[in-house]
């Protein structure tokens, strides 16, 4: 056999090694539309501009990898709030503990529980469905509550779009999220919604991982059950991480200010976290959703229009769901 | 031109460019040994194995790198912690709070820090400084805290050992972070220190980014100074990080149990989160500095053995810094 005969025989499979081993590696090149579900306009070109400027090695707005943080709102930013898909997790919470002591069942909030009764809820039966919750708490450790959770995503569908829950993120925000990551950032959650039941599904639903979801918490102390050092809540929540109380868990958490925050109008609750980012020095980008889509999701507006108010006072961008979105949900088959 | 000398010219350039594309991807083979300052021995070998095992695809240990999560006490676990390195920097702020406000400096804890009587800290004088600190911190708006610390990284050196506070890192403490690291192990820091000291420094000393610091912390609220939403001190802390706490604060930052936990005899300080990582389901390891070196080191130990015990009880590895530690501290040249 000559060299040249070797060579030959090489030629193939060093090709296709070589294919191989670029398909491998993390750096791909993007060729086709990274958000395809943004409509083409000014909101999507202020987004993919403001990446290109903070991943432009030399350029003035360059930012490290490490310094690209973003932060996401949960409810009504990465998935509908409409009813609050919490709750509904509550409701099954409190009818799981009417099954275990059917005493409760003939008082609120377990009896509208038990009789599926949304209306209950959705006029002010949150504040006694919270305070109901805090004895079952008190009875679930952490792995009975995980339980809990997972029963609710594999059974439950919204109301009203009667689909599965994970059919009710935003397909534009789930675009989002990945072309970040794809360009350095890491990506967080920072919510008002519970940090244990959000991070059940925030690496499924979202790709982000339990270390990067931060949201309202319980008081939890750690004991020994059947030989095993568990940690069980107290009963007490912490500040619920709402309004200021983001930038306040964001710097806990974090420890930087974000580089790009996305949250949305409805409940005042992203102000704090938009300004606290917007403070950083150099560039930033304030994403706020605006609930105007009656059509294909839900419209509401705060009545002071205090979020909205905000973001044109502070050069935020609006996001508006009905022009700015081509698709709302994902393709999905149920 | 023919096809031939198409592809013998073409080889080389395919060689190199599967040499240098193999370069750039995340595995590489470990041909020298990643913990040249750990002595071969049982401590060494549990440790290697571990990591064989936790890493090897289709082995019965086998963990997700996902779930791959290695938290770090810092206190006497990744530098020395006699004396308190963050107590050393609370006596700056006080000199520098006495500078601004020259009537201080007749009263203690300010007179004592202003002629640098360690003695008066070492008796008994820290509680007396963080009481004193709180009025400091509530001066001091986030950048201008970091500017202090800034200071005292620059400045100071080890009363004892003489150097700058870089070099009382442990090497084989940096080692293990990097090996952990290069195996797809995400690593943490959980200690009893200040979370926005500590953060100042993690980075450059141990290759831990913010977001992966868990310490002790301050209320915050945020507040518009000159145009700017910033994030001031209430002046309160919140529950030291310390003991049963680490394992509480663990799972609010991160939501996993520990694979591997470090921590370090000698303030009983890290018993709670090995007994947490140790309730993990599947594997997890469990590592115990013992202070045991009173020539390279310092020797010292609790009254009641606590951590020690807790680690014989337990099945914990306990490090000796004497025999198991070939190098104790990085070379370097001042």
């Avoid at 769901?321 to 081509?326: C, E, H, N, Y």
């Amino acid at each position: 056999m000559t060299s040249k005969t070797v060579v030959q025989r090489l030629f193939p499979l060093m090709l296709a090694v070589v294919a191989l081993v670029f398909s491998g590696c993390a750096v791909t090149t993007q060729s086709t539309d990274p958000l395809p579900s943004w409509t083409d306009g000014a909101v999507k070109q202020a987004i993919t501009q403001f990446v290109v400027n903070v991943t432009t090695e030399g350029g003035k707005d360059y930012v490290r990898p490490v310094d690209r943080i973003a932060v996401f709102d949960n409810d009504g930013t990465l998935w509908s709030e409409r009813p609050w898909v919490q709750g509904l997790f509550l409701e099954q919470l409190l009818r799981n503990a009417a099954k275990r002591h059917p005493e409760f069942g003939a008082e609120q909030p377990y009896k509208a529980a038990l009789a599926h009764d949304r209306e209950y809820f959705e006029t002010g039966g949150i504040r006694v469905m919270i305070e109901a919750i805090k004895d079952t708490m008190l009875e679930l450790a952490r792995d009975d509550f995980d339980a809990e959770v997972a029963e609710f995503f594999a059974n439950a569908r919204h109301p009203g779009l009667n689909v599965p829950m994970s059919q009710t993120v935003y397909q534009p925000a789930i675009e989002l999220l990945e072309y970040l990551r794809a360009n350095g950032f890491k990506t967080y959650i920072c919510s008002g919604g519970g940090v244990d039941f959000m991070r059940m599904i925030s690496s499924d639903f979202y790709g982000i991982e339990s270390d990067q979801v931060i949201g309202t918490s319980y008081q939890k102390e750690l004991h020994l059950i059947d030989g095993t050092w568990e940690l069980l809540t107290t009963g007490e929540l912490n500040p619920i991480n709402n309004k200021d109380q983001k930038a306040v868990n964001i710097d806990l958490h974090i420890g930087k200010r974000p580089l790009l925050v996305m949250g949305n109008e409805g409940g005042r609750g992203d102000i704090g976290m938009m300004s606290y980012s917007q403070g950083r020095k150099g560039v930033s980008l304030q994403l706020l959703i605006n609930h105007d889509d009656a059509a294909r999701e839900f419209a509401y507006a705060e009545d002071d229009n205090a979020s909205l108010n905000a973001a044109k006072e502070n050069g935020w961008i609006v996001i508006s769901m009905k022009d700015d979105w081509s698709v709302i949900y994902p393709a999905g088959d149920n």
